[in-house]
């Protein structure tokens, strides 16, 4: 199963970003987890397909998890840029069962996409 990531990029303190996870069938949890250097990889936000969200409280606020389910694509938009929110950023989902923030919940994981927010 391929998962695609795209949309990092870089950007100032207090700006804005969006990204996109395709992955090619329907998937009933989808998450973002982000990894910073030297730090391990934390889950950021889920979204299952009845509309449930959960956020880490790092993110909470700021940034808003959706997805388009007949389009198998997950979204991140991200606001109010803190330059601790800097990581590579992974898209990882799965069919079923419990939606969570825990990495061995997920069997489908994207290569990632950068972020970076500079001060």
């Known amino acids: 199963v391929q998962v695609l990531e795209s949309g990092g990029g870089s950007v100032q303190a207090g700006g804005s970003l969006n990204l996109s996870c395709r992955y090619p069938?329907?998937?009933?949890?989808s998450t973002w987890f982000r990894q910073a250097p030297g730090k391990e990889r934390e889950g950021v936000a889920f979204i299952a397909n009845n509309g449930r969200t959960v956020y880490s409280d790092s993110v909470k606020g700021r940034f808003t998890i959706s997805k388009d389910v007949p389009k198998n694509t997950l979204y991140l938009q991200m606001n109010s840029l803190k330059p601790e929110d800097t990581a590579m950023y992974y898209c990882?989902?799965?069919?079923?069962?419990?939606?969570?923030?825990?990495?061995?919940?997920?069997?489908?994981w994207g290569q990632g996409t950068q972020v970076t927010v500079s001060s």
């Open positions: 069938y329907n998937m009933y949890c």
């Open positions: 990882a989902a799965d069919y079923g069962g419990v939606c969570t923030l825990k990495e061995d919940s997920y069997r489908y």
